[in-house]
């Protein structure tokens, strides 16, 4: 299992097949989940428990269940493929299916096809978060926003935390910055990518117009390796986000691109007013595996969700929070796999653009 469970993940991280897609093991049926290995099993059960969390939460959590847009022909039957991988492997029926073409104003080679397990649940990430913080500080806890470490040193018992607000002891440290890891973090800043998404959202739409754009109110994603996404919100709006550029860029110049990418998705938005516009860093990882662990300086870290944290990090942050808290709580599998760096990489994702620029390339075979 141990060595099944990296092969399993490398599958799911690889295009087309979310991390997601693992979890969702969770939705169909855990009781099938020890056949493909106790270690996933406990995990299949922990995610559960952490994807029952956003329901307690005032996050609009629901479940509409996604719609996976295959980009052109080979990616379809790459499709049947991993369906009857999962099918095999997990021993629980992947209840996924063919669409045909659909949305028809989707890009014109296109097309689409529907892959789901059961609805996957979805919910506003912001209002997650500021849930979890309310919870935090409920149960004791004390935050302290905007308060950026500069470094971490070995202190007795302990560690020796600089902030920009002065020193602080703390008997643990766990370093969870992921996406924004930097030069405090230098060990961790090697072996982890930042990477911009961006998110525009745009004028109400007409309700009607809105549900024949995204029946069934489905998240949407696609099989690109520039990516898109979307969704339509609680009050009609499109969500519409993408890897609008590798390079570091404005939100300005982000918000320019995606409602170009709108325009080709979906022609009759061309002249959709966008409304709000942001965008933020997830991390990335050189064998695409989310990271986690007790470093030999005895700080814990968790990082690396390579764009898919909000169910990965709950998960993890859940796992890492009990070996913290205990010896004896079992690492998940992620702990044992070993935390890559390159040698030519210090940090600073100089390459990004040429993967930007090779990934474009693909997508246009
Ligand atoms: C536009 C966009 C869309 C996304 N969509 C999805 C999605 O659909 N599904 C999904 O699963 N995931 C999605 N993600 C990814 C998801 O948001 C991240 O994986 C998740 O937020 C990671 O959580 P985290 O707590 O590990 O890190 P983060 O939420 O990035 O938090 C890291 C924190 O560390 C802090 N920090 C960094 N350095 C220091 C320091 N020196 N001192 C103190 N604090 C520090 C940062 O300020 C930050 O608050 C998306 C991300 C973006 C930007």
């Not at 905007?146 to 602080?168: D, H, K, L, P």
Request: aromatic residues 12%; positive net charge; charged residues 20%.
């Amino acid at each position: 299992m141990d060595t099944l469970l990296p092969f399993l993940l490398r599958q799911s991280a690889a295009k087309n097949v979310p991390y997601s897609a693992l979890f969702n093991f969770r939705h169909s049926n855990v009781e099938g989940a020890p056949q493909i290995g106790t270690q996933t099993a406990l995990g299949a059960l922990a995610a559960r428990d952490a994807a029952n969390l956003p329901q307690a939460l005032d996050c609009e959590y629901g479940r509409v269940g996604h719609f996976t847009a295959a980009f052109n022909r080979g990616t379809t039957i790459r499709f049947s493929a991993k369906r009857s991988f999962w099918s095999i492997v997990s021993g629980i029926p992947q209840d996924w299916s063919r669409a045909g073409r659909s949305p028809r104003s989707w890009e014109a080679r296109s097309t689409m096809a529907e892959y789901s397990t059961n609805p996957a649940p979805d919910f506003i990430p912001a209002k997650y978060f500021a849930g979890l913080a309310r919870l935090a500080s409920h149960a004791g806890a004390t935050l302290h926003p905007y308060t950026a470490v500069m470094g971490i040193q070995r202190a007795a018992g302990g560690f020796s935390v600089r902030t920009i607000r002065g020193e602080i002891w703390a008997r643990d440290v766990l370093i969870a910055t992921n996406g924004y890891t930097g030069d405090a973090f230098p060990e961790f800043q090697r072996r982890v990518i930042p990477m911009g998404s961006y998110i525009v959202v745009t004028e109400r739409l007409d309700p009607a117009v809105a549900n024949r754009l995204i029946p069934k109110g489905r998240m949407i994603i696609d099989t690109k390796h520039v990516l898109y996404y979307f969704r339509r919100t609680a009050d009609d709006r499109l969500l519409f986000g993408g890897r609008a550029s590798f390079a570091p860029t404005s939100v300005e110049r982000s918000r320019e691109i995606l409602q170009a990418a709108i325009a080709k998705v979906y022609p009759e938005l061309t002249r959709v007013r966008i409304e709000y516009a942001w965008k933020g860093n997830v991390a990335f990882t050189f064998d695409l595996l989310p990271h986690l662990g007790r470093h030999h300086n005895g700080m814990h870290y968790a990082m690396g969700f390579c764009g898919h944290g909000v169910a990965m990090g709950s998960y993890l942050g859940n796992r890492i929070g009990a070996m913290i808290a205990s010896d004896e709580a079992p690492a998940p599998p992620f702990a044992s796999i070993p935390f890559q760096t390159r040698f030519f990489y210090r940090g600073r994702p100089w390459f990004l653009p040429l993967a930007g620029w090779w990934y474009r390339v693909l997508d246009a075979l």
